[in-house]
């Protein structure tokens, strides 16, 4: 009797603490200049944007990221019928792209699109958001494609030694074109998911200056767990670092592969990376082994500056998701370039107390994000309706 009633108080202890402690309201934070459209769009969906978030019961960001890995390295995400395509980038380099449309039967229309590129480790569409906001914009009569960077696939080598570790919006660039010629969709969503911010924003920065009749086309941008600060590989816990530094390892060495036996790369360096014993160490490596500076390569790759640039002019608006507990994306690297980072016009600023990287799991043990994200595209575009923009 006294164990039960141990136990019943110790539930009741809990379900107090959750509800008071754990459950939480999330806020958002604005760029210096935000227009009036982007200010009205988030009004409008204020309602969902920012309802309470109910967190995983084991709510840790550590047990979130684990049991988000678990769900994928055991195969419980859901079963989406991709149908690949092998894209040629300019320099003659091959990408392998995945197409999501239930409506397959209606492969003509020019329904909106939605592109995503995936973070560091990402390969063949195996990262649960990923397969979440697939299936959550497709049900929606919406078609998406996951962008597979350049040196991530696995079974296409380089053919240039030109590797993408946190992506290439030149890249990102001529897949938006190819895919917006493609299907002259109705309209484009830009996703980036952790490294794959960087080079989606960059991309969007530069569209309006590069192809505004592309950018012209681009609904908004959303960010989910962006980095804000380059030297973060070294503040990662070694748990996941050794992990995460085992997987691009094996992807450096896979993807070099006909380089090195054609000797068409400098082999000191390829040593080098695959020799690094620490995530910060790898990535300073392979920055070397990926361009002649370490200056150049920040100027065109980096996760920092995408989030800096300025143009007045820039329209296209921009929600990126982040959570206080992200033991990657760290919120104090905000805060420390909070100045910096505001310069981005038309940027929105979402955080919630808990949620870990890119997972932020609801007692439903679903991305809580994906209907808040859904909720702010739809305000955006039925904003940009009525406001002359």
């Known amino acids: 009797m006294e164990l039960?009633?141990?136990?019943?108080?110790?539930?009741?202890?809990?379900?107090?603490?959750?509800?008071?402690?754990?459950?939480?309201?999330?806020?958002?934070?604005?760029?210096?200049?935000v227009?009036?459209?982007?200010?009205?769009?988030?009004?409008?969906?204020?309602?969902?944007?920012?309802?309470?978030?109910?967190?995983?019961?084991?709510?840790?960001?550590?047990?979130?990221?684990?049991?988000?890995?678990?769900?994928?390295?055991?195969?419980?995400?859901?079963?989406?019928?991709?149908?690949?395509?092998?894209?040629?980038?300019?320099?003659?380099?091959?990408?392998?792209?995945?197409?999501?449309?239930?409506?397959s039967e209606k492969e003509s229309c020019s329904a909106p699109l939605v592109i995503i590129t995936g973070g560091i480790v990402s390969q063949s569409v195996n990262n649960s958001l990923e397969i979440e906001l697939a299936m959550a914009w497709g049900n929606r009569g919406f078609r998406v494609l996951v962008f597979e960077r350049r040196g991530h696939s696995k079974d296409i080598q380089l053919i240039l030694p030109k590797y993408s570790l946190l992506g290439s919006s030149d890249d990102v660039y001529q897949v938006?074109?190819?895919?917006?010629?493609?299907?002259?969709?109705?309209?484009?969503?830009?996703?980036?998911?952790?490294?794959?911010?960087?080079?989606?924003?960059l991309f969007l920065n530069k569209a309006i200056i590069n192809n505004y009749k592309l950018a012209s086309n681009i609904l908004c941008g959303i960010g989910i767990a962006p980095m804000y600060n380059l030297n973060g590989f070294s503040k990662i816990p070694a748990f996941y670092s050794n992990d995460l530094l085992s997987k691009l390892k094996s992807m450096v060495r896979f993807s070099h592969k006909n380089l090195i036996e054609a000797k068409k790369i400098n082999l000191k360096k390829v040593k080098e990376v695959l020799k690094a014993t620490d995530l910060s160490v790898f990535f300073n490596k392979t920055i070397n082994l990926m361009s002649n500076s370490y200056n150049d390569?920040?100027?065109?790759?980096?996760?920092?500056?995408?989030?800096?640039?300025?143009?007045?002019?820039?329209?296209?608006?921009?929600?990126?998701?982040?959570?206080?507990?992200?033991p990657f994306c760290r919120k104090r690297d905000y805060h420390q370039n909070e100045k910096n980072i505001k310069n981005r016009n038309n940027t929105l600023f979402f955080f919630s107390k808990y949620g870990g990287h890119a997972s932020s799991l609801n007692l439903k043990m679903r991305i809580d994000i994906i209907s808040r994200i859904i909720a702010f595209t739809d305000a955006i575009e039925e904003t940009k309706k009525t406001h002359k923009i």
């Open 176 to 201: 938006f074109k190819y895919a917006n010629k493609k299907y002259s969709p109705s309209f484009i969503i830009a996703v980036g998911i952790s490294s794959g911010v960087a080079p989606m924003t």
């Open 4 to 33: 039960l009633l141990l136990v019943f108080l110790s539930g009741v202890v809990f379900i107090i603490y959750y509800y008071f402690r754990v459950v939480n309201t999330p806020y958002i934070e604005k760029s210096n200049r």
């Open 297 to 326: 390569y920040i100027k065109s790759h980096s996760p920092i500056l995408p989030i800096y640039f300025k143009k007045k002019y820039s329209h296209i608006p921009i929600l990126l998701f982040n959570t206080s507990d992200d």
């Open 35 to 103: 227009d009036s459209f982007v200010i009205n769009a988030l009004e409008r969906s204020r309602h969902i944007v920012l309802k309470k978030y109910y967190p995983f019961i084991f709510w840790s960001s550590h047990i979130q990221i684990m049991a988000l890995v678990l769900k994928t390295r055991l195969n419980l995400n859901y079963r989406l019928k991709w149908k690949p395509e092998i894209f040629k980038l300019n320099d003659g380099q091959k990408v392998r792209l995945f197409w999501y449309n239930p409506n």
